[in-house]
């Protein structure tokens, strides 16, 4: 059985930083392409960040320079670092597995992230 557990997520003032984590079992995320997306309320699901099974690595532009995604292999975890937060930030956050032949998809349940002071 796969799961994608997210944690790492919470209030924070604007300019804060919160470290998301994603933890697979049942899968090797190294072999998936691997992101995170998040949706506000009243807004559709966005993509935020993506690191494919290459270790490509793509940002909305409006997260570019404040966010990073990274994985450790050895945990099987793929990590978001976001920095510089803003209220517009604010969001449940998931993660997502996609095998790039398959095209077998996972989401975790989500963790919310809450910028305000």
């Known amino acids: 059985q796969v799961q994608l557990v997210e944690s790492g997520g919470g209030l924070v003032q604007p300019g804060g930083s919160l470290r998301l984590s994603c933890a697979a079992s049942g899968i090797i995320s190294d072999t998936y392409h691997m992101a995170w997306y998040r949706q506000a309320p009243g807004k559709p699901r966005e993509s935020v960040a993506t690191l494919t099974a290459g270790s490509n690595i793509n940002y909305a532009d409006s997260v570019k320079g404040r966010f990073s995604v990274s994985r450790d292999s050895a945990k099987n975890t793929v990590f978001l670092q976001m920095n510089s937060l803003t209220p517009e930030d604010t969001a449940v956050y998931y993660c997502?597995?996609?095998?790039?032949?398959?095209?077998?998809?996972?989401w975790g349940q989500g963790t919310q992230v809450t910028v305000s002071s």
């Open positions: 997502n597995a996609r095998h790039p032949f398959t095209a077998a998809t996972y």
